[in-house]
């Protein structure tokens, strides 16, 4: 099976606009989950979606969103981008929801998005 | 809040040496622990999780309820093991909290 992917792999940004990042999970996965990665807050969970459905959402601005398609692909969208957005946007995705599925729960290799 | 903390940043041991990556947490219900690894230039993935029980590459980790703690430990270190090493704390509602990692690095 193909992997989790991600597109684009790198962004650069300015302060003020917009970026909508992509993530295709592994397929029969329906479960996808987004988490930000910077050097000073570490792994920070943003939402998970499942069955085109936001199922949990973490401690985030309203400008982090997201959709899932029927495909079970996910994009987050950031509005109005400030400095401390870029960061490393990493995807997960899993066949189901839930503790058991973690054993099948799969990392995309992030999106890198600099913001100037 | 739920937390978790890994107070080491970086661990740096020699090869063939124990090593203990030390995590704590705090968590009012009964956790759920996992540890995952990232190797460089490659993907975070899971390494264990403490209700398997298991042993992933030499790996282990017990959770201790008294002292609220999920150490990762390998008793002899190989230089392939240095990594970045997170652990986490899953929070019903699928979600995974995540403690700001420890790097360890293995020298000859």
């Known amino acids: 099976k193909a992997g989790v992917t991600q597109t684009p792999r790198y962004l650069i940004k300015t302060r003020g606009q917009q970026v909508t990042l992509s993530c295709s999970p592994i397929s029969g996965h329906r479960s996808v989950s987004w988490y930000q990665q910077t050097p000073g807050q570490g792994l920070q969970f943003l939402f998970e979606y499942f069955s085109e459905t936001q199922r949990n959402k973490g401690n985030f601005p309203g400008r982090f969103s997201g959709r899932q398609f029927s495909n079970s692909r996910s994009e987050m969208n950031v509005s109005t981008l400030e400095l401390g957005d870029s960061a490393l946007y990493l995807c997960?995705?899993?066949?189901?929801?839930?503790?058991?599925?973690?054993?099948?729960?799969?990392f995309g290799p992030g999106t890198r998005l600099t913001v100037l | 809040a739920q937390r978790v903390t890994q107070p080491e940043k970086l661990l740096s041991v020699f090869k063939g040496a124990p090593v203990e990556l030390k995590c704590n947490y705090s968590y009012s219900g009964s956790p759920e622990l996992f540890w995952y690894v990232q190797y460089s230039r490659q993907r975070l993935q899971l390494l264990l999780r403490h209700i398997s029980r298991e042993s992933i590459k030499g790996f282990t980790a017990d959770l201790n309820k008294g002292e609220t703690s999920f150490h990762l430990k390998k008793p002899f270190a190989q230089e392939e093991d240095s990594a970045m090493y997170y652990c986490a704390l899953w929070e019903y509602g699928n979600k995974l909290v995540f403690g700001a990692g420890t790097i360890l690095r293995v020298k000859s």
């Open positions: 997960a995705s899993s066949p189901v929801r839930g503790l058991m599925a973690y054993n099948e729960q799969f």
